[in-house]
Antibody, heavy 114, light 112 residues
Framework: EVQLVESGGGLVQPGGSLRLSCAAS????????MNWVRQAPGKGLEWVSY????????YYADSVKGRFTVSRDNGKNSLYLQMNSLRAEDTAVYYC???????WGRGTLVTVSS | DVVVTQSPLSLPVTLGQPASISCRSS???????????LNWFQQRPGQPPRRLIS???NRDSGVPDRFSGSGSGTDFTLRISSVEAEDIGVYYC?????????FGQGTKVEIK
């Protein structure tokens, strides 16, 4: 069974940093691309970042480009999202998703507030 | 960026009756490889999203056959042939032909 478990969320001040992790199981992570998607409280879905199966191709939404960095460690079955220079508008539940969003984790909440 | 517009944004439905949601994109979603990359998702209250349909019309494993997707180019539709109580929630379409990937605003399906 495919499982994705996000962690690393929490409360951070504006300008601060957080690193999210996504632990994958039930499939071979190195076989498939991964994505991060976020959802602000009471709002819709926003695609955040993509990383190819080898990590050689990466894309970001304009709203996070230059501040967020996606990476993966296939040997550890893990996906990461390093988030720097956080803003209030980054407050959201962050989901990792397998492939083109075939499977999703339950998400981790990031709150940016002073 | 490709703008994806869903309608309606709110859809009151009667149990046992059909329902449909429209998703329109500002550019054609036909990729140069011949595929059209448009997915549909369901998000029940308090749950993460769940993919229902990939590439316009391919139902995911375990998705009831009352859900169907159709369309081409810039105009797509999700249909529920006979709405059941468990279908309430918010439905989103996603285009992944163009970068950046973009979602529709969501359609909230509720029981009348």
């Amino acid at each position: 069974e495919v499982q994705l478990v996000e962690s690393g969320g929490g409360l951070v001040q504006p300008g601060g940093s957080l690193r999210l992790s996504c632990a994958a199981s039930g499939f071979t992570l190195s076989d498939i691309e991964m994505n991060w998607v976020r959802q602000a409280p009471g709002k819709g879905l926003e695609w955040v970042s993509y990383i190819s199966n080898t990590g050689s191709t990466i894309y970001y939404a304009d709203s996070v480009k230059g501040r967020f960095t996606v990476s993966r460690d296939n040997g550890k079955n893990s996906l990461y999202l390093q988030m720097n220079s956080l803003r209030a508008e980054d407050t959201a539940v962050y989901y990792c998703a397998r492939g083109w969003l075939a499977n999703w984790g339950r998400g981790t909440l990031v709150t940016v507030s002073s | 960026d490709v703008v994806v517009t869903q309608s309606p944004l709110s859809l009151p439905v009667t149990l046992g009756q059909p329902a449909s949601i429209s998703c329109r994109s500002s550019q054609s979603l036909l990729h140069s490889d011949g595929n059209t990359y448009l997915n549909w998702f369901q998000q029940r209250p308090g749950q993460p999203p769940r993919r229902l349909i990939s590439k316009v019309s391919n139902r995911d494993s375990g998705v009831p056959d009352r859900f169907s997707g159709s369309g081409s180019g810039t105009d797509f539709t999700l249909r529920i042939s006979s709405v059941e109580a468990e279908d309430i929630g918010v439905y989103y379409c996603l285009q992944y032909t163009h970068w950046p990937r973009t979602f529709g605003q969501g359609t909230k399906v509720e029981i009348k």
